[in-house]
T-cell receptor
Framework: GENVEQHPSTLSVQEGDSAVIKCTYS??????FPWYKQELGKGPQLIID?????GEKKDQRIAVTLNKTAKHFSLHITETQPEDSAVYFC??????????FGTGTRLLVSP | SAVISQKPSRDICQRGTSLTIQCQVD?????MFWYRQQPGQSLTLIAT?????????ESGFVIDKFPISRPNLTFSTLTVSNMSPEDSSIYLC?????????????FGPGTRLLVL
């Protein structure tokens, strides 16, 4: 079955810096790759997603890139703010909307 | 998007007992799912809740332990049966509005369960 690896497990940056989180997947048939942000005590919140027919997608300070050949995708956050501090999960869809999640990245943005 | 609520938001239960978790959506949705998130861990899909038929369980999860109901297009329940401390987790429901394989999925706030 699908396996999603996510790196790094923790990431500390200064406010204003950029943050990059990387994920790799194993199933070449996966065609949908969402990113979720989970704050303490809350459920995961979708922040951006990308489908396999697109190589890059941007939404304000957040962007996601997808390399289907290499089977990896990345989340880029620019001009980080303390409120960006949370755990971020990547996921891949293997069909029938089933999501396989990465192990998560704890992002800490220091003022 | 979809507004999803879960009840209870948290509970502390004794081993050997059962807890039923409710998931309510503010609009009709096609797909509903249940996930488990063990402490400090990632999310793992338990099952797909099918409206009007038996749920579809992932490997490692069985109906006797996690019975699921979905009586209509806006509501589902997950029961955690005969609980043990290893069942202490966050249980999350999620929904997809359409049938597309790449449909966006939205999550509820979760139910935090502690089993003593």
């Amino acid at each position: 079955g699908e396996n999603v690896e996510q790196h790094p497990s923790t990431l500390s940056v200064q406010e204003g810096d950029s943050a990059v989180i990387k994920c790799t997947y194993s199933d070449s048939a996966s065609n949908y790759f969402p990113w979720y942000k989970q704050e303490l005590g809350k459920g995961p919140q979708l922040i951006i997603d990308i489908r396999s027919n697109v190589g890059e997608k941007k939404d304000q300070r957040i962007a996601v890139t997808l390399n289907k050949t290499a089977k990896h995708f990345s989340l880029h956050i620019t001009e980080t703010q303390p409120e960006d501090s949370a755990v971020y999960f990547c996921a891949a869809s293997t069909g029938f909307q089933k999501l396989v999640f990465g192990t998560g990245t704890r992002l800490l943005v220091s003022p | 998007s979809a507004v999803i609520s879960q009840k209870p938001s948290r509970d502390i239960c004794q081993r050997g007992t059962s807890l039923t978790i409710q998931c309510q959506v503010d609009s009709q949705v096609t797909m509903m799912f249940w996930y488990r998130q063990q402490p400090g861990q990632s999310l793992t899909l338990i099952a797909t809740a099918n409206q009007g038929s038996e749920a579809t369980y992932e490997s490692g999860f069985v109906i006797d332990k996690f019975p699921i109901s979905r009586p209509n297009l806006t509501f589902s329940t997950l029961t955690v049966s005969n609980m043990s401390p290893e069942d202490s987790s966050i249980y999350l429901c999620s929904v997809g509005k359409g049938l597309a394989a790449s449909e966006t999925q939205y999550f509820g706030p979760g139910t935090r369960l502690l089993v003593l």
